[in-house]
């Protein structure tokens, strides 16, 4: 399984680097996590739009779901130009506006979640954690066909059941919005404390600090979590690739 992060910033895109975006990837089958500002463009640096054929929604925040729009027109047109064959598979919490915007757009289909929900797709099974967050939010779970798993946080308080949602993942892609002693509880989101405390409560053989500040050192994130004790941690930039 690969992982290749086509954005990683919380809130609004920098010039050169979207907001949330995860394309992941096994034999010739690809997924995305997310689909924030700037996504459906960047993720063609790696992937041709038309062979990304499910697209998982963890909220509807502009910043993890603006692009649903440019997805979906993507695979009209692409359909209508044969480029594309079949619906595009869309995956998210149930919303009335949501559903209709995706129904009401051709070769598009909606695929409701929930915290009991469970999706095989290709060599994927993607489970949900209902996370602590302002709007109805959902960490997954990808577990490849050889029992490999990613754990995508997506925005959230920190949760002792989130910790076991992800306990023993090899990569463990963690929001960290917020540097030490700021309270980031209130707005629905962690800090690097306790974005440690995840990593070292899940035990995740590797973790992958995201959704990150636009303001301060960013390379202060990554030094409270390592003096937390977590060895193997990056901060995530913009096209790193993680094989797992």
């Known amino acids: 399984m690969k992982c290749t992060i086509v954005g990683m910033w919380g809130g609004f895109p920098k010039k050169d680097a979207p907001t949330s975006g995860y394309l992941i990837e096994k034999d010739g089958f690809a997924i995305v996590l997310d689909a924030g500002s700037g996504v459906a463009a960047h993720v063609q640096s790696y992937i041709e739009l038309n062979e990304v054929d499910h697209l998982f929604l963890s909220h509807y925040h502009y910043d993890h779901s603006v692009d ?43 695929h409701p979640y929930d915290k009991n929900s469970s999706f095989n797709v290709g060599p994927f099974t993607v489970t949900f954690h209902k996370n602590t967050h302002p709007v109805e939010t ?13 754990i995508y946080t997506a925005d959230t308080s920190y949760q002792d059941s989130l910790a ?9 892609i963690t929001e960290c919005s917020h540097y030490e002693g700021e309270d980031a509880e209130r707005l629905g989101h962690m800090n690097a404390e306790e974005a440690a405390m995840l990593a070292e409560k899940s035990g995740a053989k590797k ?10 050192n960013t390379e202060e994130l990554l030094q409270t979590v390592q003096s937390a004790g977590v060895e193997d941690v990056k901060l995530a930039e913009t096209g790193m690739v993680i094989n797992i």
């Open 207 to 216: 973790t992958i600090l995201s959704h990150l500040p636009h303001y301060g």
């Open 138 to 150: 959902y960490a997954m779970k990808i577990i490849d066909d050889t029992g490999k798993t990613l």
């Open 164 to 172: 076991e949602f992800a306990e023993g993942a090899d990569v463990l």
């Open 68 to 110: 649903l729009g440019a997805f979906m027109f993507g695979r009209m047109i692409g359909t209508y130009i044969d480029q594309a064959e079949g619906a595009l598979n869309i995956y998210g919490p149930e919303d009335a506006d949501i559903r209709k915007q995706v129904e009401d757009t051709q070769f598009n289909t909606f």
